[in-house]
């Protein structure tokens, strides 16, 4: 009977030792399990970020691509009027001048989208002759202008040394529309080049009227200066031969002004 019993006390604590490695297993198992997942999802996680990095990496083919649209870029003579910018196409255009660089970011530019065929007619008409049908023949019309109240452009959060900076800058330039001037081509310039690599041609004109003619087109206040209108369109025809350029070394000078480069610069067969 002592025998019977104690061999069952012996079962029993055999048993609840099978059951407690069991236990252990299954704990080791479910760690391993964890482990095993943390692993995937670092190993996820790092090809998702290498992923983004090359996405995010400029150089290689993404050099070639811009030679192609700084080559590609000229000054488009006639648009072809039967073919319009798609709306999300300008959009995205648009998008692209804004992030252009400006003088403590102050962007202190308006530009004037102009598609409405009533208000393209408007502000062709106080373009100078020689580029209304240019104008007139583009779907779409920007007029580019610089606040010439800089200082208002700043944002609000703007500290008195950069303010006096501001101010000590305009005077360098010359005066504030000269400033705003510098502050504005950098997106004019980006928007053509955007359009270029949209399958777009463009032009950047100068030649109005009168600016207060141009001003009084759009609306604009007389704060504002009109720096230039860019037409964008699709080219009527194919382009022509490529624009002449200055020799680089007459444009880009080493470490300092170089008076024979300068002396040796053919003038512009173009002209
Ligand atoms: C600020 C600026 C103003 C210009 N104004 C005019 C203009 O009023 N009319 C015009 O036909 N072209 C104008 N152009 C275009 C230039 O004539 C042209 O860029 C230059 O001849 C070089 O040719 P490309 O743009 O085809 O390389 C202007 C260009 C710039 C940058």
């Known amino acids: ?136 023949s583009a779907p779409v019309l920007v007029v580019f202008a610089g606040d010439a109240q800089p200082e208002a452009a700043l944002a609000p959060a703007a500290t008195q040394p950069m303010r006096e900076a501001l101010a000590a800058y305009i005077a360098q330039s010359g005066s504030p529309q000269a400033w705003a001037f510098k502050q504005t081509m950098p997106a004019a310039t980006t928007l053509m080049l955007a359009a270029t690599a949209h399958g777009l041609a463009s032009t950047a004109m100068e030649g109005f009227r009168t600016m207060a003619a141009v001003r009084h087109a759009v609306a604009l206040p007389d704060r504002y200066a009109v720096a230039v209108v860019v037409a964008i369109g699709h080219a009527k025809r194919p382009r022509p031969k490529r624009s002449w350029r200055r020799p680089l070394r007459a444009a880009f000078h080493a470490n300092a002004y170089d008076a024979a480069a300068v002396a040796n610069d053919a003038c512009a067969p173009d002209l």
């Not at 990095?53 to 030679?67: E, V």
């Not at 319009?84 to 308006?110: G, M």
């Not at 008409?125 to 209304?132: D, E, I, K, S, V």
């Open 1 to 136: 009977m002592a025998a019977r019993a104690l061999a069952a006390r012996l079962g029993e604590s055999f048993g609840s030792v099978a059951a407690m490695r069991a236990d252990v297993a299954a704990q080791r198992d479910a760690a391993l399990l964890i482990l095993l997942a943390a692993a995937g999802y670092a190993l996820l996680a790092a090809a998702h970020a290498a992923r983004a990095r090359a996405r995010g990496r400029l150089g290689g083919r993404h050099a070639a691509s811009f030679a192609r649209v700084v080559h590609g870029r000229y000054s488009c003579a006639e648009f072809d009027p039967a073919r319009r910018v798609p709306q999300a196409t300008l959009d995205a255009l648009l998008a692209l001048a804004a992030r252009a660089p400006s003088s403590f970011n102050a962007q202190p530019w308006i530009a004037i989208v102009v598609t409405e065929p009533a208000a393209r007619e408007t502000l062709t008409a106080a373009l100078a002759p020689g580029n209304r049908p240019k104008a007139l």
